[in-house]
């Protein structure tokens, strides 16, 4: 089973940030999952909402600030208010410090709530920092997918489903994503079973499951035999994964 660290090891350390990557390179995981929006002046910046309220001192839409904007943002965390590394970073930085690591890089594109047409300058500064090797890519908008398995279908995709009251059942999960031709599908879990596990395995499709912080739900996923978790404490992960080697 593969843990990533759910925007970088954000249970302890504040959330998309350098230094939550860091720490998540330092416990020691499988890949690290981000989130990418784009700025004002067209940067790939890494922040989950599109909004910075919630994670940082500042009021507005990412995509009415530019870069040097973005970076004034100090950490909405008290204890880290000061730690450079606590800043907005961008996706270039992120890529400078995994780029010599054994990691995965699960990047989310956040383009669910608004289209940035971020598609083609994702893929151009993949390949500019020689990390194909690294990336996995995921959506909430299956149109972006769509988008980038247009421009370039050499990549792993991942399409992301939550759970809705009358979700349809797991069956229409996996023929959903048949039709869209990708690697895995990343569920919530709250949607997730060992039938959906079984069916998408039975369909060549890998499935993570987002997001798993506390022991019993992570000793369920193992039991599921889940392809991979993302996890706010990936250093609990790897000591529950211990106990069964």
Do not use: W
Request: aromatic letters at 10%; a negative charge.
């Amino acid at each position: 089973m593969k843990v990533f660290a759910h925007r970088g090891a954000s249970g302890d350390y504040p959330e998309n940030t350098m230094l939550a990557f860091s720490k998540a390179l330092s416990i020691g995981v499988d890949g690290i999952e981000l989130d990418v929006h784009k700025s004002k002046d067209g940067q790939l910046v890494v922040i989950h909402d599109e909004d910075v309220q919630r994670t940082f001192k500042g009021k507005g839409l990412i995509k009415d600030y530019t870069l040097d904007e973005i970076k004034s943002f100090m950490c909405r965390k008290f204890e880290f208010i000061e730690n450079e590394d606590c800043k907005i970073p961008t996706l270039k930085e992120v890529f400078e410090l995994i780029k010599n690591e054994n990691i995965i890089l699960n990047i989310e594109a956040k383009t669910d709530l608004i289209h940035y047409d971020l598609e083609q300058d994702l893929l151009n500064l993949i390949k500019e920092y020689c990390v194909e090797d690294k990336i996995f890519i995921s959506a909430f908008n299956h149109k972006c997918l769509n988008i980038l398995q247009n421009l370039d279908n050499r990549f792993k995709y991942g399409a992301l489903y939550e759970y809705e009251k009358d979700y349809a059942p797991e069956a229409n999960v996996v023929e959903h994503a048949k039709k869209l031709n990708v690697y895995s599908i990343n569920i919530s879990k709250q949607l997730v079973s060992k039938e959906i596990v079984d069916l998408a395995h039975k369909n060549n499709m890998k499935v993570f499951v987002y997001t798993i912080n506390k022991p019993n739900a992570m000793r369920k996923m193992i039991k599921f035999n889940v392809d991979g978790v993302f996890s706010d404490y990936p250093d609990l992960m790897n000591e529950i994964l211990k106990e069964y080697d």
